[in-house]
């Protein structure tokens, strides 16, 4: 997804001096069409306004709140010394980082990044039972995909300790130049 929005934005933005000449053009042969266009603060306030309908859709109060609660979570299971502030650190998440303000946000991105049209179009398939369902399944399969994320990354933790050891090692000066190199040296430098 964030492949394709890069795509269209880079299309768009080479695009664009095409259809400003286009338009100018036009413009030179008709002057009465200039005036039935909108205006770009009308654009922009029509693409901010389609924007702000598809990020109140997508982001959720619930969706938010569930995504804030397993960060605060995760940050007590970590540090145990926060848990007697867990309370005030989702308010003070939810203050600045909640639905509310995430919606203004992403209805700023979704408006830079796609049409009108592609974002009524996304909205109509959300408002379809199907995409009902799609929306329920959103924040479970964050939450599976970032559990697998772990496990496979753990899963693979002593391949990328090794390669963190191998490159420690060849980024200190007077590094060995055979491939085994001074292991004890090099675990040593590792765990600076």
């Not at 007590?76 to 509310?100: C, E, H, M, W």
């Not at 995409?131 to 496979?152: D, E, V």
Request: aromatic share 6%; net charge neutral.
């Amino acid at each position: 997804m964030r492949i394709a929005i890069f795509l269209l934005t880079v299309t768009l933005t080479a695009a664009a001096p095409c259809f400003a000449a286009d338009s100018n053009a036009a413009g030179t042969d008709d002057a009465g069409s200039q005036a039935d266009k909108p205006t770009q603060a009308e654009l922009a306030a029509a693409e901010l306004a389609a924007g702000k309908r598809l990020a109140d859709t997508l982001i959720t109060p619930g969706l938010v709140d569930g995504l804030v609660n397993g960060m605060v979570q995760r940050m007590v299971q970590r540090q145990s010394n926060l848990k007697p502030y867990s309370d005030t650190i989702t308010d003070f998440y939810k203050r600045y980082a909640g639905a509310d303000e995430m919606s203004d946000f992403m209805a700023r991105v979704y408006a830079r990044n796609l049409s009108v049209k592609e974002m009524k179009d996304i909205n109509d398939f959300y408002d379809t039972p199907t995409g009902h369902k799609a929306m329920r399944m959103i924040p479970r399969t964050l939450q599976l995909a970032a559990q697998w994320s772990r496990r496979k990354v753990m899963q693979h933790r002593a391949e990328l300790v090794s390669a963190m050891k191998q490159e420690a090692a060849k980024q200190q000066p007077g590094a060995s130049d055979s491939a085994g190199g001074d292991s004890a040296g090099n675990d040593a430098a590792a765990a600076q």
